[in-house]
């Protein structure tokens, strides 16, 4: 489903939500985060994905559509 959406949508609660569209000022405090994250974890154990990476939240079952996110560890695929 969405892959085939003009919107985006996250898993909460057990139900899926549409999320709102990003301005041009929401998408370059994005950019300026993730390269300031990505900047303060160089060489670190933690990596900084794109709003690409679909995530998952184990502990809470949230999927949220976040326009960023830093993982410490392992990075699993989608289940199969």
């Known amino acids: 489903m969405e892959a085939m ?3 985006r949508h996250e898993w909460l609660d057990g139900a899926v ?5 990003g301005t041009p000022a929401h998408a370059a405090i994005a950019v300026n ?3 300031q994250r990505s900047t303060e974890l160089r060489g ?3 990596r900084v994905f794109s ?3 679909r995530i998952r939240v184990r502990t ?4 949220p559509s ?3 996110s830093v993982i410490c560890g ?3 695929g989608p289940p199969r």
């Open 5 to 7: 959406s003009p919107l």
């Open 17 to 21: 939500k549409a999320t709102a569209g």
């Open 33 to 35: 985060v993730t390269t």
């Open 44 to 46: 670190k154990r933690c």
């Open 51 to 53: 709003a690409d990476l």
């Open 60 to 63: 809470t079952g949230l999927g």
């Open 66 to 68: 976040a326009d960023a």
């Open 74 to 76: 392992g990075v699993r």
